[in-house]
C-alpha cells in the first residue's frame, strides 16, 4: 500500500507472476479512480480507471477492484513482464477534474 | 499526435536565477495542469488552468512561483528567483474536459536542478 516517507513501497516479483499492487484512499466520497504507470524519465500513463459504481473493472492484463468499505483500491497485473517495471500511482477524483494522487509503489519485475 | 509536450527536458540553474518552464498541451484539451514531483512529496498540484484560465492556484507554493497561459496551445511555469529546493520534476498535463474523460496526459517532463 502507500506510505509516507523517503523510500517508496516496493513489490518485487519474478517474470510471469501475478502481481497485485495496493492503495488506500482518504475521501469516501471519490467516485472516480485512476491508475497510472510512471517509467524511469517519463510522465505518468493512463492504465486503467474505475467508477465507484463498480467493483471491477478488466484491462489487458490488469484488473481493478475497488472496495469502497475499506476505502481500498487495487491493481492486479497478470504474468507480469520486464516491462511492467516503473511505479505505479493510484488517483482518486470527486466530481471534478482534479485529481489526488497516492505516493506510488514500485513494481520490479526479474527476468 | 505527439502527445503533451514540454521543453526543456532538463534545466540547470544556479540559485537566484529565473526559470521558465514551457508547456503545449494537446490540440483540443481545455484544461491544463502543472504538477511537481520530488520523492519527498510524490506528485503535487501546483495551478490548472480550464479554456487558459487559471481556476485553482493554492499549491502554488510561494510568490516566486507563476503561472501563465496566453492561449489554448501555449502555458509557462515561472520561478523567479529559484531556490535549490526548487529542484524537482515538474509536468505539465492536460485533459480533453469531455464528460466521462477525466484522464490526464502527462508531458515528459522538465527535470530542474538548482545549484
Known amino acids: 500500500g502507500e506510505s509516507v516517507g523517503l523510500h517508496l513501497p516496493t513489490l518485487s516479483v519474478q517474470e510471469g507472476d501475478n502481481s497485485i499492487i495496493n492503495c488506500a484512499y482518504s475521501?469516501?466520497?471519490?467516485?472516480?479512480f485512476i491508475w497510472y504507470k510512471q517509467e524511469s524519465g517519463k510522465g505518468p500513463q493512463f492504465i486503467i480507471d474505475?467508477?465507484?459504481?463498480?467493483d471491477k473493472r478488466q484491462g489487458q492484463r490488469v484488473t481493478v477492484l475497488l472496495n469502497k468499505t475499506v476505502k481500498h483500491l487495487s491493481l492486479q497485473i497478470a504474468a507480469t513482464q520486464p516491462g511492467d517495471s516503473a511505479v505505479y500511482f493510484c488517483?482518486?477524483?470527486?466530481?471534478?477534474?482534479?485529481?489526488?494522487f497516492g505516493r506510488g509503489t514500485s513494481l520490479i519485475v526479474h527476468p | 499526435d505527439a502527445g503533451v509536450i514540454q521543453s526543456p527536458r532538463h534545466e540547470v540553474t544556479e540559485m537566484g536565477q529565473e526559470v521558465t518552464l514551457r508547456c503545449k498541451p494537446i490540440?483540443?484539451?481545455?484544461?491544463l495542469f502543472w504538477y511537481r514531483q520530488t520523492m519527498m512529496r510524490g506528485l503535487e498540484l501546483l495551478i490548472y488552468?480550464?479554456?487558459?484560465?487559471?481556476?485553482?492556484d493554492s499549491g502554488m507554493p510561494e510568490d516566486r512561483f507563476s503561472a501563465k497561459m496566453p492561449n489554448a496551445s501555449f502555458s509557462t511555469l515561472k520561478i523567479q528567483p529559484s531556490e535549490p529546493r526548487d529542484s524537482a520534476v515538474y509536468f505539465c498535463?492536460?485533459?480533453?474536459?469531455?464528460?466521462?474523460?477525466?484522464?490526464?496526459?502527462f508531458g515528459p517532463g522538465t527535470r530542474l536542478l538548482v545549484l
Open positions: 488517483a482518486e477524483m470527486r466530481g471534478s477534474y482534479i485529481p489526488t
Open positions: 475521501n469516501s466520497a471519490s467516485d472516480y
Open positions: 474505475i467508477r465507484s459504481n463498480m
Open positions: 490540440s483540443g484539451h481545455n484544461s
Open positions: 488552468f480550464n479554456n487558459n484560465v487559471p481556476i485553482d
Open positions: 498535463a492536460s485533459i480533453p474536459g469531455l464528460a466521462g474523460d477525466e484522464t490526464q496526459y
